[in-house]
């Protein structure tokens, strides 16, 4: 059977060879399309597929909290949350499903001085069982303890390997050493393995309680100072995922009937593979849908080459008719024919190797590149796993464009075919069956055609949205005081100098202060105005605020259309105020007067007090440029007297004369060894298009 199968391939060979440009032309088709769908599969197989490296990880579960009756954005795209620290507690203590949880905040600025050297790092906040559910110790020192994580104990951090060997010399003895960690002194207890950086991107550990003391269940938090944790745990051995969903719904309820002022709409839970959680149905969707496009890419490619097997038929006829006639079966036909298909479809898989090969380090490096890399333990090779699916492909490639046409050949009338004098023939069946793919293969081009053109008009869209103001004349500077020596007053006195330095400026036409990050997440949730009443607390509508200075409309350019700006000295204790947008203003009173009406944030937990409106601006996009809201309703309030004093700000300048050497410009004014501020990066607020 082997000896059969090889000479078939030296004949097929012997033929392609011959006919080199055939040989060419499918060869290139085909290799096009295995090389495109190999390098999908990479994608898919590093993002969804491969998992993450720990121990059992299929054990690993995130946890979140759900409101059936809320929308899925609003419920994290079904993922769900933790409103509290306080919550997770409550589900840990009283859970039976998981053998640990612990909770952490990652992404997180952390700035460390180790011998008067001020460095900002990528950090995690957690509790003491992370490391240990990952099933991952440090190589040098210990892990956290409970004690660690105590709020007012001595602060401790754990570093990441590659930073230990580039920052701190990769120093044998490093532990028990003394650094500045946000301001204040802390010791360094550990060093975790090479290449570990869990969850995402990080470079140190701290405590989570010890840098965010558990607030009070309700109480409001916005934005950085909010430290409600991301949860997981690892199952108990023989627990099924749909007991422990059974068991933390049942969880959620009963939080929500001993706490109903908080937790009343979060009456069922979410228990998803911690991978599900990390990389997003979102992105996991796209990624298959992407896969599924390129396949079909491959499906066109062998329906094109399907049509040149056809033609060659054609032109082969006489020969197939003598070799039938010499005694060869048609079974022994279709086989050469498949296996001609088996050896142009394998020189198209190396050479759709060799592309992917390409592609996949081409994509490595891009993706290396980005301002917001994606997780650490995604990896993009081409693996065993990829190689299989390559060799499936191929074997499909060879069916798919050689099965057809060697059944239609292998029933031909031999008789018929000599009394052509040579001449090829082709079937009538042959011939509809070439009309129909060449349809079919119109068809199918013009669909993914229609699919992608909507797919680049999407991205265009998202890039060139309409902020309601020029995101190309102004720039932004995000900025943190991390405690140390400044006190929330002490806080609240640096950000006003600060804006006053900035406008003293020559070079800045105007400068204004934010809380939003990088000009694109504000705040939202629930609020109430005046005059309304709600019988539950889900009648409450949602929108968007944002806390900013004075002159932040100026910054932007946006006219105030009713009522006054904000002033460097409103204050929450002297008066809770509020600039309310077009939207916003027209939604509840129409074609009324805004002013002097209230609005408050609606926060069942600690009440919020209410605000008096005292202008109206136009509309801009509070959110985006992926997460845009139906309804642009939104409010401002004074950051600068804002209670608690915010530790982060984001700058906003509008420079006089193009200038465009920000970096420079609040280097100058605010030198970092003198501020003890952190200048976290320099943002375009075109999207998110990071400068620096």
Not at 71 to 98: R, V, W
Not at 309 to 317: C, E, I, K, P, T
Not at 473 to 501: N, P
């Amino acid at each position: 059977m082997f000896d059969s199968f090889f000479q078939d391939i030296r004949v097929g060979l012997r033929l392609l060879f011959k006919d080199k440009t055939f040989c060419f032309l499918a060869v290139l088709v085909l290799g096009l399309g295995i090389g495109a769908a190999t390098t999908q599969f990479t994608v898919v197989n590093g993002v969804v597929l491969r998992g993450l490296s720990f121990p059992h990880s299929e054990q690993l579960m995130s946890v979140g909290l759900l409101d059936p009756k809320a929308s899925d954005q609003n419920n994290n795209f079904g993922l769900g949350f933790i409103p509290t620290a306080q919550d997770y507690e409550d589900l840990k203590n009283a859970q039976q499903s998981f053998a640990m949880m612990a909770g952490y905040l990652n992404g997180s600025t952390i700035n460390v001085s180790y011998k008067n050297n001020p460095q900002r790092y990528t950090g995690g906040y957690v509790t003491e069982d992370f490391f240990k559910i990952l099933g991952v110790s440090p190589i040098l020192g210990r892990d956290f303890t409970a004690e660690d994580n105590k709020p007012g104990a001595e602060k401790v951090a754990i570093l990441g390997h590659e930073i230990w060997k580039r920052d701190f010399n990769a120093d044998p003895n490093i532990i028990g050493q003394s650094v500045r960690m946000n301001g204040k002194a802390a010791t360094i207890i550990g060093v975790m393995p090479p290449n570990f950086k869990f969850p995402v991107s990080e470079e140190l550990w701290t405590p989570l309680y010890n840098q965010f003391p558990p607030i009070p269940r309700g109480e409001l938090r916005i934005g950085p100072n909010n430290a409600a944790p991301s949860v997981m745990g690892r199952l108990k051995p023989g627990v099924t995922l749909d007991q422990v969903n059974a068991e933390f719904i049942g969880l959620a309820r009963r939080l929500a009937q001993e706490y109903p002022k908080t937790n009343q709409n979060f009456t069922s839970a979410s228990v998803q593979p911690l991978l599900n959680s990390m990389i997003g149905p979102q992105f996991r969707q796209t990624v298959w849908a992407m896969l599924a496009a390129v396949i079909l890419v491959l499906l066109i490619a062998c329906v094109n080459v399907m049509n040149m097997q056809f033609g060659r038929v054609a032109l082969r006829a006489k020969e197939l008719a003598i070799r039938g006639a010499l005694g060869a079966t048609r079974w022994r036909l279709v086989r050469q024919m498949l296996t001609e298909s088996f050896v142009v479809a394998g020189l198209g898989a190396i050479a759709g190797i060799l592309l992917a090969f390409w592609a996949v380090d081409m994509f490595t490096r891009v993706t290396s590149a980005l301002s917001n890399p994606l997780p650490y333990w995604v990896q993009f090779t081409i693996d065993g796993r990829a190689l299989a699916f390559t060799v499936g492909i191929t074997l499909v490639a060879t069916i798919a464009s050689g099965l057809l046409p060697a059944l239609i050949s292998a029933h031909g009338n031999a008789a018929e075919m000599m009394k052509e004098g040579g001449r090829g023939n082709t079937s009538r069946l042959a011939n509809i069956i070439m009309r129909v793919l060449v349809i079919g293969q119109i068809a199918l081009t013009a669909g993914l055609l229609i699919a992608a053109t909507l797919q680049i008009k999407s991205i265009r869209n998202q890039l060139k949205l309409n902020y309601g103001y020029d995101e190309n004349a102004v720039y932004t500077a995000r900025m943190a005081l991390l405690e140390g020596a400044y006190t929330e007053d002490g806080r609240r006195e640096f950000f006003k100098r600060a804006v006053r330095e900035l406008r003293a400026n020559s070079q800045f036409e105007v400068a204004a202060l934010s809380d939003r990050f990088q000009m694109t997440f504000a705040g939202g949730g629930q609020y109430e105005v005046d005059g309304q009443n709600y019988l539950i607390d889900r009648d409450r509508p949602r929108g968007n605020y944002e806390a900013v200075s004075d002159d932040y409309f100026s910054a932007l350019r946006l006219k105030i259309l009713e009522g006054r700006d904000f002033t460097i000295d409103d204050a929450d204790s002297k008066q809770p105020i509020a600039i309310v947008n077009a939207s916003f203003a027209r939604r509840h009173w129409g074609n009324q007067s805004a002013l002097g009406h209230q609005v408050r944030i609606f926060n069942p937990g600690q009440p919020q007090p209410w605000r008096t409106i005292v202008g109206v601006v136009p509309d801009t996009l509070m959110q985006g440029p992926f997460d845009q809201q139906t309804d642009n309703a939104g409010f401002y309030m004074p950051l600068l007297g804002a209670q608690p004093a915010t530790q982060f700000c984001t700058i906003i300048v509008r420079p006089r004369g193009g200038q465009n050497s920000l970096i420079r410009i609040c280097q100058s004014i605010f030198p970092a060894h003198q501020r003890g501020y952190t200048m976290r990066s320099l943002v375009a607020t075109e999207s998110s298009r990071i400068c620096s």
